[in-house]
């Protein structure tokens, strides 16, 4: 990759009077060298953005399939995904998650209700979502003792607080097991 700059006034000579440009800005511009290798192209952000792809193409993969479960999957009575279901667990992972989160484990529940689990050790994140209702998160701290209990965006369970967990949560996963992913595949 290589980078230049070329000021306002070279490239925009009226425009940027016009916008009320300072005429000594500078105006950087990066662009990719035929040259360089698939890994050297990636741009500052793009392995990001890619890591958060991956994820929502997991949950969206996931939430999919449990959509086309059949009436009675369980045999006791089952239900599959409801859309409304399906959107707000899809809202509030691309809420909650960043690049760095890990996959969280996805299973279908009883009335078309589904759990988000993420573990490690005793350690316990756990959000789950009703038809009709608001998503409901326990999270067990690392000695076993629940820390959280109830409705997402409730009253002590702010957005904020679940995806500091959450973010704490993936960091450790991370440094005990960089292969992680595996258990995905």
Request: glycine share 10%; net charge neutral.
């Amino acid at each position: 990759m290589s980078a230049y700059s070329m000021r306002r006034q070279e490239l925009f000579p009226r425009l940027g009077l016009r916008i009320g440009a300072r005429p000594a800005a500078d105006l950087w511009m990066i662009r990719r060298t035929p040259s360089a290798t698939s890994q050297e192209l990636r741009l500052v952000g793009e392995r990001e953005s890619e890591s958060k792809l991956e994820l929502q193409t997991h949950i969206s993969g996931k939430l999919h399939e449990l959509r086309s479960l059949p009436r009675d999957w369980d045999g006791a009575g089952g239900e599959p995904l409801t859309q409304a279901v399906t959107h707000q667990a899809y809202r509030t992972m691309d809420q909650l998650t960043d690049f760095r989160s890990v996959f969280p484990f996805i299973t279908p529940g009883e009335e078309g209700s589904v759990l988000f689990e993420w573990r490690a050790g005793i350690e316990r994140l756990e959000i789950q979502f009703f038809p009709d209702e608001a998503p409901y998160v326990s999270y067990t701290d690392p000695e076993g003792f629940r820390q959280i209990e109830g409705d997402l965006g409730s009253r002590g369970v702010s957005y904020g607080g679940v995806r500091r967990i959450l973010s704490s949560l993936s960091a450790r996963i991370w440094v005990a097991n960089p292969g992680w992913k595996r258990l995905f595949s």
